[in-house]
């Protein structure tokens, strides 16, 4: 019975993404004060933009997202889903709060805070896990029926891209916004809506 009434919600993130970070802790905050089955899973910038036109700057933020990523990657292959909340939160930290932007250093304190073996490490170098990688940005890809960026939220099968959010809303509002991108995801016609970005506010 309680699967029927607990809305399961998939967080889609890419490590390096700033908006999908606030996103997430929006979703934590919500998962606090309400009944929800939040799971995160990965999703590539990289993947994403392999093949697109981009400005250089950004062409060198998504070579570098590729290593993140993929160590999230082999973290949930070999110890399972369960581990990217934990581990998303402590690279997080340190990459967005932190802004630390030295992967391999940020990568070992994650992987060392979370208690997962260092050598995941290695897979921020190789592409031995691409495969696991593609198959989670597809899935999420899917939800929403077309290419979509960083953050993508599922709720009950149902994906939109965002809500992307120049903060994370907390208390009242952060349940209010969840009852919203629920209702959103509950009607069939309902496609995008959009204004102007506020400034960061990654804290």
């Known amino acids: 019975m309680e699967d029927e009434i607990v809305p399961v919600v998939d967080c889609y993130f890419d490590p390096a993404c700033p908006y999908a970070w606030i ?3 929006w979703l934590l905050e919500v998962e606090r004060r309400r009944p929800i089955r939040l799971r995160f ?10 093949h697109r036109d981009i400005e250089p700057w950004y062409r060198e933020f998504n070579d570098r ?34 802004r630390d932007k030295d992967y391999d250093r940020v990568t070992a304190a994650a992987l060392a805070e979370t208690g997962l073996p260092a050598d995941l490490a ?9 495969a696991d990688l593609r198959r989670s940005h597809q899935t999420g890809q899917d939800a929403v029926g077309e290419e979509s960026g960083t953050p993508l939220t599922v709720i009950d099968g149902t994906g939109h891209f965002g809500p992307v959010l ?7 509002d952060a349940t209010a916004l969840f009852d919203a ?5 509950r009607l069939d016609a309902f496609a995008e809506l959009k204004r102007t970005r506020n400034a960061l506010d990654l804290a």
């Open 166 to 172: 120049s903060s994370a809303p907390e208390g009242d």
């Open 23 to 25: 996103t997430s802790r």
């Open 122 to 130: 290695d897979a921020a170098r190789t592409d031995a896990f691409d």
């Open 41 to 50: 899973r990965i999703m590539s910038l990289s993947i994403l933009n392999e």
């Open 181 to 185: 991108v629920r209702t959103f995801a």
């Open 65 to 98: 997202a590729w290593g993140p990523a993929r160590v999230c990657a082999a973290a949930e292959r070999r110890h399972g889903g369960d581990v990217l909340r934990d581990l998303y939160t402590a690279l997080g930290t340190r990459i967005h709060l932190g």
